[in-house]
């Protein structure tokens, strides 16, 4: 009975109605429509004044709702979706500046027919200070003592 049954499994109509079954399998099911949490790179743009003094996440969890081959198609060859939060315009006189969930949905690109409907973390803080540029004078405090038969030509 198992000899039977394996010549069944092993032959080619077999093995080539199986493939074209999962294929139709996938198609189908790749048709109908998903949400799912996608990581997205996060990037914040300042104005050329300010800084950001805190460590930013370097990515958001985006909740994305589309068609199975939108979402495929996000998550394993979309490579320049991405939130950028552009803060040029934006007044940061304070040190302490907060973007909301709906700033950061506005903020998401490259989102291919893909609909963005929440996203994690929900509030971005980050502190912000002025840029100054300083010149501080170095001395180095060294003292070299060459070997015998060499010796130092010029200042460290």
């Known amino acids: 009975m198992f000899k039977k049954l394996r010549k069944i499994v092993l032959r080619k109509s077999f093995i080539g109605s199986f493939i074209f079954a999962f ?7 790749l048709n109908t429509e ?7 790179p996060l990037k914040v743009k ?17 909740e994305a709702k589309g068609s199975g081959w939108h979402l495929f198609n996000l998550i ?19 040190a302490y500046y907060e973007v909301g969930r ?3 949905i506005k903020s998401l690109q ?5 609909s963005a409907t929440n996203v994690l ?3 971005l803080s980050f502190k912000t200070g002025a840029l100054a540029e300083v010149t501080v004078p170095i001395r180095p405090s060294l003292y070299v003592v060459p070997r015998d038969g060499f ?3 010029g200042s460290p």
Do not use: H
Not at 23 to 29: E, I, Q, V
Not at 34 to 40: E, Q, S
Not at 47 to 62: D, H, K, T
């Open 46 to 62: 300042l104005p050329e004044n300010r800084a950001i003094e805190n460590a930013l996440p370097g990515s958001v969890s985006v």
């Open 110 to 114: 490259f989102l291919n027919n893909v």
């Open 102 to 104: 709906n700033d950061m």
């Open 151 to 153: 010796q130092i030509v």
């Open 34 to 40: 998903y949400r799912t949490y996608v990581k997205i």
């Open 76 to 94: 394993f060859f979309n490579t320049a979706a991405m939130c950028y939060v552009d803060l040029t315009d934006a007044e940061l006189t304070d």
């Open 121 to 123: 973390p929900e509030r």
């Open 23 to 29: 294929a139709l399998w996938g198609y189908t099911s």
